[in-house]
């Protein structure tokens, strides 16, 4: 059972702006540990899509972005596309867990 | 551009050991961190443990402890994870990743289901 919450699915139609929540707590993103975003499309492996909170790697379109306030943060999708649907995840670390790395529960974004 | 290129499927009886390897290719990986992090069918994303090439330094998830041996030889570019005492739970594909904070590099993936 993962220590940070997602929403299971989310969904919205194409160019609409959809969010995705990570729930943690004192010991995970409140602690102060960034927050690194996964896009996992059908059949294959996760993709780094956001790191340290709000940073894009080259090659991610401006339309992802992210942030984080208080014990939570947040991945936001503008202008949504067919290929946004997939699967994402949020990554930090728990000092509670001996600093180990955890994963969100995971959100399924669905294209209407 | 660095690629980790992972071992192929495998079938494990209840009990066994698997072992996937993970080679980085077009690159060297000794000076960064290797994560190992699987994915039961149809589930979410769950870290494993990792492994600092040039340091030999490795951590584990409390739930693998005891269970979970990862390894690296910088000699080949090459690390492994061995898992023991299989159980049917353990079916999952099996991803190595590079990054000591955020993962930008993962492996293909190797799927590995334990069955009797």
């Known amino acids: 059972q993962s220590v940070l919450t997602q929403p299971p699915s989310v969904s919205g139609a194409p160019g609409q702006r959809v969010t995705i929540s990570c729930s943690g707590s004192?010991?995970?993103?409140?602690?102060?540990?960034?927050v690194h975003w996964y896009q996992q499309l059908p059949g294959t492996a996760p993709k780094l899509l956001i790191s340290d909170n709000n940073n894009r790697p080259s090659g991610v379109p401006d339309r992802f972005s992210g942030s984080k306030s208080g014990t939570s943060a947040s991945l936001a999708i503008t202008g949504l596309q067919a290929e946004d649907e997939a699967d994402y995840y949020c990554?930090?670390?728990?000092?509670?867990?001996?600093?180990?790395?955890?994963f969100g529960t995971g959100t399924k974004v669905t294209v209407l | 551009q660095v690629q980790l290129v992972q071992s192929g499927a495998e079938v494990k009886k209840p009990g066994s050991s698997m072992k996937v390897s993970c080679k980085a290719s077009g690159g060297t990986f000794s000076t960064y961190t290797i994560n190992w992090v699987r994915q039961a069918p149809g589930q979410g994303l769950e870290w494993m443990g990792r492994i600092i090439p040039i340091l030999g330094i490795t951590d584990f998830a409390q739930t693998f402890q005891g269970r979970v041996t990862i390894t690296a030889d910088k000699s080949t570019n090459t690390a492994y994870m061995e898992l023991s005492s299989l159980r049917s739970d353990d079916t999952a594909v099996y991803y190595c990743?590079?990054?000591?904070?955020?993962?930008?590099?993962w492996g293909n993936g190797t799927t590995v289901t334990v069955s009797s």
């Open positions: 004192n010991s995970n993103i409140g602690a102060g540990y960034d």
């Open positions: 990554q930090s670390y728990d000092s509670s867990l001996s600093g180990s790395c955890v």
């Open positions: 990743a590079r990054g000591e904070d955020n993962m930008d590099v």
